[in-house]
């Protein structure tokens, strides 16, 4: 009887913490002027990840995106800042998140967004938890503008899972800097398995709520490259056999061919929607 409690405790442990993990931080109104007393302290440094804030009634929702290096694998929309961000950090008809939502720049200025775009047949906790969202150029940098990989297949993400490779992160207090080294860390180690994971690898990367969106990425030839964006945790039992223990993995959306594919048919259809205003 004890062992058929233990096992159920587990498995719903399991099911509980997978279903409540992906959401961003809301941040209360009566916080808001703190939040942003703290984050005009750190303006003089390169941001790793904009902060993406959206008012919802009294609450203010923050969740974070990455910044896009365009004509490399990415169209220029000229006059115009691309990012990717999650999508259930948005949550929402485009046309009225347009009227709440708003990136906080490097110099500590809201910018109006003027486009937002859900992956297609967006389902938040899946492989289709991104959004792309435009806002105006910032000639005057602050922030980095992040490379996409080379097109890369899913298969090759996790041969580099495989050999926990080390990749950057931002500190998990929730400082857009990417100041803390972890690794990737195998599908199977993590609990992500079966096809509807294949968008997904797992980290170790220290993260708390609100850091949906922020960039898990490799510095490479003077350049930061971005491999995929903090989605969520899981939790996995672990392997008692091999003393590993229970514990919480971070996983990222990876920027695989088949993302880079609809990003780009995103920004086409984006382009032309800018060119009509």
């Not at 990415?74 to 990136?103: F, M, N, Q, W």
């Amino acid at each position: 009887m004890i062992r058929f409690f233990s096992q159920f405790l587990a498995w719903f442990c399991v099911i509980l913490f997978w279903s409540v993990q992906a959401w961003g931080a809301p941040v209360y109104a009566q916080d808001v002027a703190n939040d942003i007393i703290s984050e005009q302290a750190l303006f003089a440094q390169n941001r790793n990840s904009v902060l993406l804030r959206c008012r919802l009634g009294d609450v203010l929702r923050q969740t974070r995106a990455v910044v896009l290096r365009t004509g490399e694998g990415v169209p220029r929309l000229p006059g115009y800042e691309i990012a990717l961000t999650t999508g259930h950090g948005l949550e929402g008809d485009p046309s009225e998140l347009l009227k709440t939502c708003s990136v906080l720049d490097a110099q500590g200025k809201l910018q109006t967004l003027r486009h937002i775009a859900f992956a297609p047949h967006y389902q938040p906790g899946t492989p289709s938890d991104w959004a792309v969202i435009v806002f105006k150029e910032n000639k005057k940098g602050g922030f980095v503008r992040y490379r996409l990989p080379d097109f890369v297949s899913s298969g090759e993400f996790a041969n580099m899972a495989s050999r926990h490779l080390r990749v950057k992160f931002s500190r998990a207090i929730g400082l857009p800097y990417n100041l803390q080294d972890c690794e990737l860390v195998p599908r199977k180690i993590a609990g992500l398995q079966g096809e509807i994971f294949l968008g997904f690898i797992a980290h170790d990367c220290d993260a708390v709520p609100g850091q949906s969106g922020s960039p898990v990425s490799v510095y490479a030839n003077g350049v930061s490259v971005i491999l995929g964006i903090h989605v969520g945790r899981s939790f996995s039992l672990g392997q008692p056999r091999k003393n590993e223990p229970a514990r919480f993995f971070g996983y990222m959306r990876i920027i695989d061919e088949g993302l880079m594919h609809n990003l780009n048919t995103l920004l086409i259809d984006i382009d032309n929607d800018l060119s009509k205003n």
